[in-house]
């Protein structure tokens, strides 16, 4: 079984439980509302695995952010506020690892489970490096 497999479902971020997430948004140049926006909405991300596909969606506030992705091939993903990042996605260790490249730096994410949350480390490789971590329980 792949990791993602292990990760099919709904999963709610529990806000309170998350770290740092405001200055890693205003590291990789998210405007300060889209900012504020994101540390505070209510926000769902579902998994499901078909096959060799994946697919990650973020759901907040009426807004959805679909990725869909094979492990180990690279595609371009556009993010909030039009970021665009040359992605790929990896198992390493137990943990799946999204590797983005691109403006205004590259960035590093890491999904695990730990203790039945699922938690998601993000890195910004700007200069201090900027990180946060994204704790969510299962729905």
């Known amino acids: ?25 205003e590291a990789i140049g998210l405007a300060g509302d889209m900012i504020e926006g994101a540390v505070q909405a209510e926000t769902y991300v579902e998994w499901s695995v078909n096959g060799d596909k994946i697919t990650q969606t973020m759901k907040a506030k009426g807004n959805s952010h679909e990725t869909t992705f094979t492990l180990g091939n690279e595609f371009s993903e556009t993010l909030a506020g039009g970021r665009v990042y040359q992605t790929t996605f990896t198992e390493e260790g137990g943990k799946l690892v999204r590797t983005q490249k691109g ?15 699922l938690v998601e480390t993000r890195t910004c490789e700007s200069s201090p490096p900027v990180s ?5 329980i299962r729905v």
């Open 1 to 25: 079984m792949s990791v993602a497999q292990s990760f099919v479902g709904t999963w709610k971020i529990d806000n309170d439980a998350s770290e740092n997430l405001g200055n890693y948004l």
């Open 103 to 117: 403006s205004p730096y590259n960035c590093t994410s890491t999904t695990e489970l730990v203790g039945g949350q």
């Open 132 to 136: 946060c971590v994204r704790k969510m």
